[in-house]
């Protein structure tokens, strides 16, 4: 190479000094004439490439095609980096610029196969990454189809909460921002409407069950025809029988030839499931089926046994010594935390406190998550919907101030810390009669959990501050009754009796505990003990039959017949998901109405409506209505009471189209109602003896003229109309006299004025016209007056010229107080007010005429 570039070198500057003298010699020139060429070459390679230049459509074909080539090569061990997956530009220019460099483990196993448009059930601990696994594979689908808006739903992703699904939309749109394709959060408690209108152009649709199915039965646009890939998030959860209606009906829906990925952290492998959702061939990935154990590695675990009557103080103590942490507490109700939220916010433990539970509005919901994820140091008060998904940043504690349900929902829990290489701190707080059975369950799931002990000297009491709190406000105490009855509720639903007794509870102590001077009466309870009693006899803590049998004779008591083994089963089953009762109803309902409503309006259901009204026929007083009330809580057709109960599908709560729960009106809203409808309210009717009708509110105007003697007004109930109707003409004949002799008066008024007018006119214009004479003559000595008038008029004069140097008023008015034009009896004489005036020359009489003829003569 070198050899040959020496050789050719001589050859260039003899050429050049032999052949163009000239040129060489004009450097310029020399330049001119190469630009010239240049630019010329430089046209014509611009024009060939613009007519070979392909349409960015087929570009972007020809590089997805190269990328599905290499879709099969993909070999996960190898995958180190994201970029090392055959993704598109646009995809990983996104996840580089939200810091996402190198895959997680469920997402460098599951994404070939998702890419490769396999179905794919994929699991993995809790904080793993396991949104990208799916995210990723969503945003390359629609990109191989070369998606467009006009192509209408694309990929749907279903998440069991509002929060969940709007966390995953913010991350979608964090990754995704370099494509071109429109997402949507679809989820309750927002403007229907505008979802309606904007909802058949999105290509992503990131949702809640029951408010996707609402779209897909009233949105008349809206279809999922062209779907090529389902998600769902939490997927046990979802396919659980808290959205199993909701569930089916919206796959129904589905094209059978779309992609499906299952990702939880408790991923189910039940068959039944996924026969449900006619996957085919899937691939299971379990990252961590074989590790040690099922929680993160960074987590650490501990429970303590606690009496019921002690949490309250235990929580109060915990804050108190954890003032600059960051901490979610879950709770099995929303009353509880309603209730527990309100007091701790007025006992002031020194760190904010949050509470978000499926009863708040979703505006306020949204403001406590966001809250929560910008805050350094607070606590989180948390039904279960915060149990699931929920990425807060640096939760250092997690405390189950409740039993979770089962080991799942505890290890959902536990997972909003220690997440994603962090390190994290879980405690549990169990009742004695828990621990036996939660422990095992624990250990059963591979869950490393120590017992620690409580301090009973650093408990500080609280119930004293409770007690004093709940005295002063109706509410509060009322609140607190709710707290009490819908704890022992959820206790009583739980479908775990070996760990769940609700019959071992200190109810006493526990309502005190809450500041109530007494347990508030649970007739549930009582009834249930009962039947208990009678119909079972044997060990009072309960075998897992129990509450089968309990609820099984509950129902049939209450609805008055035999049980059918199907509503048995579906009672059974629907005891599945007592603690996130709160999930399902947000779902049903859309959570519109206020915090406030909630409180007092109970979370009745469809059982639990049934259930009141036929105790209540029990002959019951009001009061035991509103326990009632308070009982029922649980809004799933608990003991399959309601119409059709006898059939599974029906029942389920999650069929929110089906069975609506009747929404409590507000005052404001029934106002509004009635004025819409036009309502004359308060009127009230009433009828002579003749039967004719008798207004009598809004009160009859009375007449403004008096009845005549002897006919005064009899009042409502006898009015004589022959006499009303002479009143009334003799009422408008005394009106039309009023205005006649008014019209006339105003008349006369206006002609006075103009003449007013006119005459102060006239008076300017003389007095202009004297003055101006003035200036230039002197008054007429010869001019002939009667003596008496010249007198009078010289008097005049002279009291004028004096009084006019001190005040205006006086020239308009004689001492009398009468205008001066009255008197001026000179005017007509051509002569008139301060024109007629005489000089005051200060001299005599005789001295002024002298004066006169002197000036005469000169
Ligand atoms: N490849 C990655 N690189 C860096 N961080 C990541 C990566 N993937 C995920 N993360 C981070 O890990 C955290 C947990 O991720 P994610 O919420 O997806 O977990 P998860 O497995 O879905 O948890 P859960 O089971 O609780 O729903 C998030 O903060 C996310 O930003």
Redesign the pocket.
Known sequence: MTGETQGKQPTVPSKKKTGNKNNTQDPVKNFEKWKKKYDKTKVRVKHEKKKNKKPAWQIEREQIKRLVDKYSEINPKDAVK?SDFPLSKKTLNG?LA???????E??RQTIPFALQGKDVLGA??????????FLIPVLECLYRQQWTAEDGLGALIISPTRE?AY?TFE?LRKVGKNHEFSAGLIIGGKDLKNESERIHRTNIIICTPGRLLQHMDETSTFHASNLHILVL??ADRILDMGFADTMNAIVENLPKTRQTLL???TQTKSVKDLARLSLKDPEYVWVHEKSKFSTPATLEQNYVVCELQQKVDMLFSFMKSHLQRKVIVFFACCKEVQYLFRVFCRLRPGIPVLALHGKQQQMKRMEVYNDFIRKKAAVLFATDIAA????F?AVSWVLQFDCPEDANTYI?RV??TA???EGGEALLVLLPSEEKGMIAQLQERKVPINKIQVNPEKLSSVQQKLEAFLAQEKEQKERAQRCFVSYLRSVYLMKNKGVFDVFQLPLEQYAASLGLAVAPRVRFLNRARKLRETDEPGPASGQGNDSDQELQSFRAQVRGEKHAPAARARATKSQDEPSSEEEEEEEQSGSEEEEESNDSDGEEGTASLTTGLTLASDGSEDEELRDLDLLTVKRRDVFGLEDGGEDDEEGDLESDKVKKKPEKESKFKEAKKALKRNFKVNTKMTFTEDGEMVQQWPPLQRTATAAPAGQEDEGTSGINVEEARERLRREDQEFDKHEYSRKVKEKHREKRLKEKAARREASKRQKEEQKRESRYTLPDPDKKVDSEAEDQNREDSWKGARKRSYSDSSSEFDPEGHPAGGKRTRKEGGTTGTGSQPLDTGLSLAEDEELVLHLLRN
């Not at 993995?124 to 696994?133: E, I, Q």
Request: charged share 25%.
């Open positions: 994201l996840l939200a810091q996402y460099r190198q895959p997680t469920i997402q993995a601990k809790t904080g793993s990454g396991k949104t990208l696994a969940l966390q991350v998030d939490e990702f939880s952290a699931r998904g929920l990425d940043p959902h997972g909003r997440r994603y290489k």
